[in-house]
């Protein structure tokens, strides 16, 4: 059995997750998220889905982002 590096626990039915360089063993989707997801820098949430991304700055959503000072994201196209 394997040890999950986030709570610890030993598990037989651990898996790896590995995000660039990093490598990580985990007993469940949780404690992947916990370990791994990227965190919005204005609200501190662990970001699930797409995100936002500015000047390699990560956001939760085009609000936080807004918040944050980048007054130019917005969260849907135009539409012409």
């Known amino acids: 059995m394997a040890t999950c590096d986030t709570c610890g626990n030993d598990y037989d039915k651990t898996f790896t997750v590995t995000r660039d360089s990093v490598t ?11 370990a791994m997801a990227p965190v919005c820098a204005h609200c ?7 995100g936002v991304e500015v000047d390699s700055t990560i956001y939760c959503c ?5 918040a944050a000072g ?3 994201v917005v969260d849907r196209a135009e539409h012409r």
């Not at 990580?24 to 916990?34: H, P």
């Not at 501190?44 to 797409?50: F, K, M, V, Y």
């Open 24 to 34: 990580g063993t985990y007993d469940s989707f949780e404690c992947a998220v916990n």
């Open 44 to 50: 501190d949430c662990r970001i699930l889905g797409h």
């Open 62 to 66: 085009a609000h936080c982002a807004r």
């Open 70 to 72: 980048r007054p130019e």
